[in-house]
């Protein structure tokens, strides 16, 4: 019996990491050119590290963590999420020394036990970004912005920026107990999760997807008619600034976060084209976590992307890793040696070429080079090699032209290289 990968834990094949790459390249060079580094961190951490962070009423701690002691009996988890294993290492290395604002992104995968379906994995891969040290609301709208940027890069147009605030630990205290009051007089009508869960995280209730829930909370109090005089300024100078900016948002009052640690700005970028799972990409402020953590008291705002997502609303674009530029196809041994030394050279100097290893007819080296849908197709036989010329033959019309031999990388770099990048 053949052995198969775990459930909820996919294999991402060569006919798909085109895509992937597209997304993590643009990324990388979105990212940068905002000032974000990247940063790479286990993913595996100490079970406290979540629990200290996320919550250890949320859901994700309670119920979805890969949680194990290791042979010292130290409990250890695959990370669920990269916020907190990223403040962890900031606190560790003391990175708030080398700067009074860091700006850190990271990419890589993410696990959680919960049922798998479209677009919901048990590892599943995240791109997120982290800004630590501004307070300052220009800062949110210019995360936003940053975000807003990088969807209109990959070319996803049909995805909206909304936006709420969760106020601050002055304010929060007073609407929490105001929802779980409203609340209680509607248990009969929530779903057992939120009956369970509603006296110690009555602001998940607002995030149920049950239809009971969503209906017994149609005129649950709203989060913005408790805003602190700092928090009402600040989310209003977020709107401001995001107007200056021409970044196009709208207020969901009804928006929260499944984590503990967030305050004031929260987001999501919400799309249509997925179904129940419409949120691509998540965050919010959180400037209380690096001190819960044992740092210094120093305010941060930080975003997550969900890439298996992205994926599906890419699968359209069609990206696909470029073809081999152009296919040696040989006939006689000298050839053969002669054309193994050009692939090596055009491969050191960064294109991609192929050539047949297996000894196969001319004809059939056409045909494989036909299906890999090469470019290019020089075909070079011992009298050919003999004479010091050869025939290149554009694939696209089957046009043909003579190449001398002597000068043939020469006459090759124009045609190739532009043949290594990846395109829509």
């Known amino acids: 019996m053949s052995i198969t990968g775990i459930k909820g834990m996919n294999d991402i094949l060569p006919s798909e990491i085109a895509t992937w790459q597209f997304l993590e390249d643009t990324a990388r060079r979105i990212f940068a050119t905002y000032g974000c580094q990247e ?9 406290e590290l979540f629990c200290r962070s996320i919550g250890e009423t949320t859901d994700i701690v309670e119920k979805e963590m890969y949680t194990f002691n290791d042979k010292s009996d130290n409990s250890l988890t695959l ?6 294993p990223v403040m962890r290492s900031f606190i560790q290395h003391k990175l708030f020394n080398q700067d009074q604002v860091s700006k850190l992104y990271y990419l890589g995968p993410m696990f959680r036990y919960e049922r798998p379906q479209k677009g919901r994995y048990r590892q599943f891969h995240q791109i997120g970004a982290e800004i630590i040290g501004i307070d300052d ?35 929060r205290p007073d609407y929490r ?46 989060v913005l008619d408790h805003l602190c005089d700092e928090c009402d300024t600040h ?3 977020v709107q401001q600034c995001l107007n200056q900016l021409g970044t196009a948002y709208s207020i969901n009052n009804r928006m929260v976060r499944g984590l503990d640690y967030y305050t004031k700005t929260t987001f999501e970028m919400v799309t249509n084209n997925l179904g129940a799972q419409n949120a691509v990409a998540a965050g919010g402020r959180y400037d209380g976590l690096v ?26 674009k069609k990206i696909k ?51 890999l849908n090469c470019r290019y197709t020089i075909m070079i036989g011992d009298n050919e090699l003999s004479e010091g010329s050869a025939q290149l033959k554009r694939m696209a019309d089957g046009d043909q032209q003579a190449v001398q031999l002597s000068q043939l990388l020469e006459q090759l770099r124009p045609l190739l290289d532009d043949a290594s990048t990846t395109s829509l």
């Open 79 to 84: 990370r669920p999420e990269g916020t907190a």
């Open 137 to 171: 609301p220009r800062m949110d709208a210019q995360v936003l912005a940053m975000l807003s940027h990088y969807f209109e890069a990959v070319g996803l147009t049909d995805v909206s920026l909304q936006i709420n605030s969760l106020g601050c630990p002055k304010c």
């Open 177 to 222: 107990q105001t929802l779980i009051d409203f609340l209680q007089q509607r248990l009969d009508q929530l779903c057992p999760d939120c009956q369970r869960r509603y006296a110690t995280n009555p602001l998940r209730v607002l995030d149920c997807k049950s239809k009971s829930c969503k209906e017994a909370t149609q005129d649950a109090p709203s």
């Open 235 to 237: 989310f209003a100078t």
């Open 39 to 47: 940063i790479r961190v286990p993913v595996v951490e100490k079970t």
């Open 291 to 316: 001190e819960e953590l044992g740092g210094p008291s120093l305010p941060g705002i930080g975003f997550a992307m969900g890439v298996e997502r992205l994926v599906l609303l890419l699968q359209d």
């Open 321 to 371: 890793t470029p073809p081999p530029a152009l296919f040696l196809a040989t006939l006689g041994k000298d050839a053969e040696e002669f054309a193994f030394k050009v692939l090596h050279q055009l491969q050191r100097e960064g294109i991609y070429a192929e050539m047949d290893f297996t000894g196969r007819s001319l004809k059939a080296q056409l045909r494989r080079a036909d299906k």
